[in-house]
């Protein structure tokens, strides 16, 4: 028996029984032909090795003359390799201020910091593509003390309210070294990058130092990218690292949220897990000072893994009892020494950690609730509803209560912790709606007539957040709030109801939202961009049908004329 099929059979698609001659070509009067049994040898077009050393050698010797001319420009540093040992020595004892050490409490272990060459192994180099370039360069292009001093200060007004994941006296020091001359370790020279990131993302184009706006973003992009691997993210203990990394994404989000994102985010997590931030720091014994450091970066860990699953439409990665991190001490930066020994007492009323702490006690309910879970829910809508009115009642009292609204960033938190909550409850009707189509008939029209009236009124809320101009400093972050299934929601259920003031005022409040959003189109995912574009075209297709019916049946209701 032949191991192939015959000529004729295989040409046409026919099972060949594979006897000489085939059952198919014998009924058929047909001459049966199988091909050899070797397959012809391919044909490789490859170049002689001589020819690929050729080319390596001529690349190499690029480099080289490329790497010399560099290190011989007017005003740059010599590299390392060319300087004799005796000045490399003498200038890491000038500079060998171990800044993480003089911070204790951001390494969980000591002398594990090391000072990695450029050839350190990274991840999110490998994730970005970007390539490595020479540490001399990378310090001569993005550690001018003007620049960071500028960025740091912008950083301390548009984004710490809003991200305080580090602690603002420990930077000032790492900043002071900077402008002092001294040479950083890899863990401190990440974390600066990444505040620099977070501070230009923050700033608007026309404040961009008369350069390109999306150049620079694209420039410290890569440089925390090489900062990151530097640092041996992976492997380093440093709880600096990871502040660096975390800084760094949530400011990444705003301007992108593919796919990289989440994978990054991944690592993130790993990382974390391995750095034992999933353990909260008064159970394993560590300091007061170290224990709310890190409880504030594992929750704004979860927080991120939320957004993330929220922008991809999958399951969070963080689920409940995989942690026992306590929520963060509503208490001030400034509340935090490393040299403190007992804990702090809570603060009543606004903190720069409330609104974490506000988005945790959310999360956390709808953890419980099942919501980021592809499962059917546990409670009926009704209890579901009572928790999130509960919750909405507790965080009044507790912190919205005692904020002055008349202070703009007192007014952000407040505005996105109601969004929030709006947004929780939505979460919950979604949820149970799409449980129950498979069980049971589709939710009462009442719920679903008020599920439109709230989203309707998140979607009018999130605008008035993006657009108010006592905001516009923390516009950028909160552009990330894109509610873009609400939005969704909103034009699909203009597709089926009637003409009236009610859906006028849906269309004019969505599609206000979605202009709004046109500029920032090409970094939202180009999927749900797609789809968000068809909802419109249909919701307005069918208003515009909906309002040539109104005009003909007023026409024909119309007395007529004697």
Same mark, same amino acid.
């Given at each position: 028996m032949n191991k192939r099929s015959c000529t004729l059979c295989n040409q046409k698609k026919l099972r060949c029984d594979r006897k000489y001659p085939c059952d198919r070509c014998v009924r058929g009067g047909k001459a049966c032909v199988f091909p050899p049994s070797k397959r012809a040898s391919r044909k490789l077009n490859r170049p002689p090795v001589a020819d690929l050393l050729a080319r390596i050698n001529q690349l190499e010797a690029e480099v080289e003359s490329l790497r010399f001319t560099a290190d011989n420009e007017p005003g740059s540093i010599p590299s390392e390799q060319n300087r004799p040992d005796e000045q490399i020595e003498s200038h890491e004892v000038k500079g060998r201020r171990d800044i993480p050490h003089r911070i204790s409490g951001l390494v969980v272990e000591e002398n594990n910091s090391q000072h990695l060459d450029v050839e350190a192994s990274t991840v999110f180099c490998g994730l970005f593509g970007h390539y490595r370039w020479s540490a001399n360069a990378f310090r001569i292009d993005h550690f001018q003390p003007e620049q960071i001093r500028m960025l740091w200060r912008t950083y301390q007004k548009n984004v710490a309210p809003l991200i305080p994941i580090i602690h603002k006296h420990c930077v000032e020091l790492i900043i002071c070294d900077i402008s002092d001359g001294v040479d950083l370790d890899p863990s401190c020279e990440a974390l600066?990058? !990444?505040?620099? /990131?977070?501070?230009?993302? !923050?700033?608007? *184009? $026309?404040?961009s130092f008369n350069q390109n706006y999306d150049a620079i973003i694209q420039d410290y992009t890569v440089a925390v990218d090489q900062a990151l691997g530097r640092a041996n993210f992976i492997e380093s203990p440093n709880l600096l690292v990871l502040q660096a990394a975390? %800084? /760094?994404?949530?400011? =990444?989000?705003?301007? !992108?949220?593919? +796919? %990289?994102? +989440?994978? $990054?985010?991944?690592?993130?997590?790993?990382?974390?897990?391995?750095?034992? =931030?999933?353990?909260?720091?008064?159970i394993i014994g560590l300091s007061p000072f170290q224990t709310e450091m890190r409880r504030r970066l594992w929750w704004h860990i979860c927080i991120l893994d939320m957004l993330i699953a929220e922008d991809r439409g999958t399951d969070i990665q963080i689920k409940p009892g995989m942690f026992d991190t306590q929520f963060p001490s509503n208490i001030d930066d400034d509340d935090l020494s490393p040299d403190m020994t007992e804990y702090p007492s809570d603060r009543t009323g606004y903190t720069d950690i409330t609104l974490c702490i506000m988005?945790?006690?959310i999360m956390t309910s709808l953890r419980s609730l099942?919501?980021?879970?592809?499962q059917a829910p546990q409670l009926s809508i009704t209890d579901q509803t009572n928790l999130v009115k509960s919750l909405g009642k507790r965080l009044q009292d507790q912190y919205l209560d005692h904020f002055n609204? #008349?202070?703009?960033?007192?007014?952000?938190?407040?505005m996105i912790s109601r969004l929030t909550l709006s947004e929780a409850w939505l979460t919950i009707h979604f949820h149970t709606s799409s449980a129950n189509d498979a069980h049971e008939p589709c939710s009462p029209q009442k719920d679903n007539d008020l599920a439109f009236r709230t989203a309707v009124e998140l979607v009018e809320y999130t605008y008035l957040l993006q657009t108010n101009e006592k905001a516009s400093q923390w516009t950028w972050l909160c552009k990330s709030h894109k509610q873009l299934h609400v939005v969704a929601f909103? /034009?699909? #259920?203009?597709?089926?109801?009637?003409?009236?003031?009610?859906t006028d005022r849906a269309w004019n409040v969505a599609n206000r939202m979605y202009s709004w959003w $046109?500029?920032? /189109? *090409?970094?939202?995912?180009s999927m749900f961009r797609k789809t968000l574009a068809h909802l419109k075209e249909r919701a307005a297709s069918t208003r515009a049908i909906n309002i040539q019916l109104l005009a003909s049946q007023a026409i024909l209701c119309r007395p007529p004329i004697v």
């Open positions: 600066v990058l !990444s505040i620099c /990131f977070a501070a230009v993302v !923050s700033m608007k *184009p $026309e404040q975390i %800084l /760094f994404l949530l400011s =990444l989000r705003p301007l !992108s949220d593919t +796919g %990289l994102l +989440g994978a $990054e985010s991944a690592v993130v997590i790993r990382v974390a897990q391995d750095q034992k =931030l999933h353990r909260d720091g008064r988005h945790c006690e099942g919501c980021f879970a592809h609204l #008349e202070v703009p960033i007192q007014w952000v938190f407040a909103v /034009f699909s #259920e203009l597709c089926l109801r009637p003409i009236n003031p009610e $046109e500029q920032d /189109f *090409p970094r939202i995912n």
